[in-house]
């Protein structure tokens, strides 16, 4: 499959490979694809490596001296590479394997630009590092704007729970507090990330060491942290290497809500 794309500017780099990882993610779609075995439960499938491969092309083809860290193919490129580039050809996998458009791509530069593609709504959020904006074809792009009106907060229940037992995500959905103000939603995929920054979630809750440099979340923080949603750790600390976990909110409100459920718990 190949694409041509403009790729002036690395907001624009990142655009044009998170959707063309999102074509291919879409046209294989349905298909019968063998379970690639990762371990501990863990797979990839075709579709994965594939996207994966295409998203590299786009990249190689406009940044030939980035180095590239891929969810399959892991780190690619000169071992000196000032810049690098963080890729997840298909986060939601499992959801994928069964059938669910619950997906989505992720290509982000480290601490630069970043995008998001839902290769199912036509959607690709994206920022240039700086401001955060929403394509979708035969539309202008627009201004990401989160707000907190939807009350949805997206928790990530998936093992491991390196914050057990003073933390576990199942825990805040039982707290009523969390049951009179929000309602819980569980999409096992990053394009929650991008759904805070859109407006289509108040929140987003998941447990982990420092996500800021991971493949499947690098790109949805930038995005949040671009559209002025409020992105610190579990433990409310900013997020980075010695960080737990992620909290996005959509409002200052919504952060402090689920901080002190979270603490209370503790």
């Given at each position: 499959?190949t694409?041509?794309?403009?790729c002036s500017?690395d907001a624009?780099?990142?655009t044009?490979g ?7 993610v879409?046209?294989?779609y349905?298909?019968?694809?063998n379970?690639?075995?990762?371990g ?8 994965d490596?594939?996207?994966e491969?295409t998203i ?9 001296d980035?180095?590239?860290?891929g969810e399959?193919?892991?780190?690619q490129?000169?071992?000196?590479a000032v810049?690098?580039?963080?890729v ?9 394997a069964?059938?669910?458009m619950?997906?989505a791509?992720?290509?982000?530069l480290?601490d630069?630009?970043a995008?998001?593609?839902d290769?199912f ?24 704007t989160p707000t907190?009106?939807t009350?949805l ?10 914050s057990?037992p003073?933390?576990r995500?199942?825990d805040?959905l ?10 819980p939603?569980v999409?096992?995929t ?6 805070v920054?859109?407006g289509?979630?108040a929140a987003?809750?998941?447990?982990g060491?420092d996500?800021s ?7 949805g923080?930038?995005?949040c942290?671009?559209?002025?949603c409020i992105v610190t ?11 737990r ?12 809500l689920?901080m002190?459920?979270?603490?209370s718990?503790?």
């Amino acid at each position: 499959m190949t694409h041509s794309y403009p790729c002036s500017d690395d907001a624009a780099v990142a655009t044009a490979g998170a959707r063309a990882g999102a074509d291919v993610v879409r046209t294989m779609y349905g298909q019968r694809l063998n379970r690639i075995d990762k371990g501990a439960g863990d797979f990839a499938t075709a579709a994965d490596v594939e996207a994966e491969k295409t998203i590299l092309g786009v990249i190689r083809a406009a940044r030939p001296d980035d180095a590239v860290l891929g969810e399959e193919g892991g780190r690619q490129g000169a071992a000196d590479a000032v810049r690098q580039w963080l890729v997840d050809p298909l986060c939601g996998t499992l959801n994928y394997a069964v059938g669910s458009m619950l997906v989505a791509v992720n290509v982000a530069l480290r601490d630069g630009a970043a995008a998001v593609a839902d290769p199912f709504s036509g959607e690709v959020f994206f920022t240039d590092g700086e401001t955060a904006w929403v394509r979708h074809d035969g539309a202008d792009d627009a201004l990401l704007t989160p707000t907190p009106a939807t009350r949805l907060v997206d928790v990530n229940l998936d093992p491991p729970f390196p914050s057990a037992p003073g933390f576990r995500a199942v825990d805040l959905l039982a707290h009523p507090e969390f049951v009179e103000r929000f309602r819980p939603r569980v999409v096992s995929t990053t394009l929650a990330l991008a759904w805070v920054a859109a407006g289509k979630r108040a929140a987003y809750v998941t447990d982990g060491g420092d996500l800021s440099r991971s493949v499947h979340f690098a790109a949805g923080i930038a995005l949040c942290r671009a559209a002025g949603c409020i992105v610190t750790g579990i433990d409310g600390a900013p997020i980075g290497e010695a960080g737990r976990g992620l909290v996005v909110a959509a409002d200052d409100e919504t952060h402090g809500l689920l901080m002190s459920m979270m603490r209370s718990r503790g």
